[in-house]
Nanobody, 115 residues
Framework: QVRLVESGGGLVEPGGSLRLSCAAS????????MRWYRQAPGKERELVAWISSDGGSTNYADSVKDRFTISRDNAKNTLYLQMNSLKPEDTAVYYC????????WGQGTQVTVSS
């Protein structure tokens, strides 16, 4: 069964850091590019970061560029998102998924940036 499980979210003060993880099962992540998305209350889900299947290429939304870093460990079948210099506007539920052929969304992990 294909499954994505996000973790690592929490409550952090502005300027703080978090590292999110996305554990994949039921498929081999090395065969896919992977993406992180987020959805803030009342807003549509938006793409945050992308990484190629071999990890050699990445891309970021302008709003997170130079603050977030996407990475992957294909041996562990896991995707990561290191988030630094967090801002209140980063508050959202964060999700991962693969491309092509996106699978069923996981439950996501809540990130709340607040003092």
């Amino acid at each position: 069964q294909v499954r994505l499980v996000e973790s690592g979210g929490g409550l952090v003060e502005p300027g703080g850091s978090l590292r999110l993880s996305c554990a994949a099962s039921g498929f081999t992540v090395r065969s896919y590019a992977m993406r992180w998305y987020r959805q803030a209350p009342g807003k549509e889900r938006e793409l945050v970061a992308w990484i190629s299947s071999d990890g050699g290429s990445t891309n970021y939304a302008d709003s997170v560029k130079d603050r977030f870093t996407i990475s992957r460990d294909n041996a562990k079948n896991t995707l990561y998102l290191q988030m630094n210099s967090l801002k209140p506007e980063d508050t959202a539920v964060y999700y991962c998924n693969r491309i092509p052929s996106p699978t069923t969304w996981g439950q996501g992990t809540q990130v709340t940036v607040s003092s």
